[in-house]
């Protein structure tokens, strides 16, 4: 990987790997992107999606692979949010950018699909894991309808946490009932983080 000390950093699970990130480094020329990803496959997608970015396949929820003090700005989108390790391997003026789903985050798919709620206090808690090594930024919700066909729809429910609850075939069956296009409420939280030196 080349020049970590001006990398974004971004962990996610969606099927469009590295979506974000490549996103992220369209808008900032100076960086290169590391994503991280717990599936070989989905890492290897990753690389692929910009010049300047490369992946590794490792366990977010673990140890990250990365020099301490080395990246500029970390992303977690829909991921396991590793708050000692951010903390470690951003340098000292380090951001963190954190999307998180809200309690309205695909409701119309939870009674159909089988998926699993979002937790109203989610981001409650969140908050208090990071306070103590992060002070809060900028903070934005935001909300829009997705008017999804059925592939859509399973390849929702097949990438989240539901589907340690449901078989492949049983997720598809689900979904090919639905009408299409099927109407759904994306809502998110979008949220920076600065780094501080010593515990507050």
Same mark, same amino acid.
Do not use: W
């Given at each position: 990987?080349t020049?970590?000390?001006?990398?974004?950093?971004?962990?996610?699970r969606?099927?469009a790997?590295?979506?974000?990130l490549?996103?992220?480094?369209?808008?900032?020329p100076a960086l290169?992107?590391?994503?991280?990803?717990i599936?070989?496959?989905?890492a290897?997608?990753?690389?692929?999606?910009?010049?300047?970015?490369g992946?590794l396949?490792?366990?977010?929820?673990?140890?990250l692979?990365?020099?301490?003090?080395?990246?500029?700005l970390a992303?977690?989108?829909?991921?396991?949010?590793n708050?000692p390790?951010?903390?470690?391997?951003l340098?000292?003026r380090g951001?963190l950018?954190?999307?998180t789903?809200?309690?309205?985050?695909?409701?119309?798919?939870?009674?159909?699909?089988?998926?699993?709620?979002v937790d109203?206090?989610k981001? $409650?808690?969140?908050?208090?894991?990071?306070?103590?090594?992060?002070?809060p930024?900028?903070?934005?919700s935001?909300?829009?309808?997705l008017?999804?066909t059925?592939?859509?729809?399973?390849?929702?429910?097949?990438m989240g946490?539901s589907?340690?609850?449901?078989?492949t $075939?049983?997720l598809?069956?689900?979904?090919?009932v639905?009408?299409e296009?099927?109407?759904?409420?994306?809502?998110?939280?979008?949220?920076?983080?600065?780094?501080?030196?010593?515990p507050l």
């Open positions: 990987m020049n970590l000390r001006h990398a974004c950093a971004a962990s996610t969606v099927r790997a590295g979506h974000y490549a996103r992220v480094l369209d808008r900032c290169t992107g590391l994503a991280i990803d599936s070989r496959f989905a290897r997608r990753a690389a692929r999606v910009h010049a300047r970015a992946a396949v490792a366990d977010g929820e673990r140890t692979p990365i020099r301490s003090h080395s990246v500029a992303i977690s989108v829909f991921a396991p949010r708050v390790e951010f903390h470690r391997v340098n000292h951001a950018l954190i999307v789903p809200t309690d309205q985050h695909l409701t119309q798919l939870i009674q159909p699909m089988g998926l699993l709620s109203a206090r981001e $409650e808690r969140l908050h208090t894991r990071l306070r103590t090594t992060f002070e930024g900028v903070r934005e935001l909300e829009l309808t008017q999804l059925r592939d859509d729809a399973f390849h929702i429910a097949a946490p589907a340690f609850h449901a078989s $075939e049983e598809r069956r689900r979904a090919d639905l009408p296009p099927y109407a759904v409420t994306a809502s998110f939280t979008v949220a920076s983080y600065q780094r501080v030196e010593k």
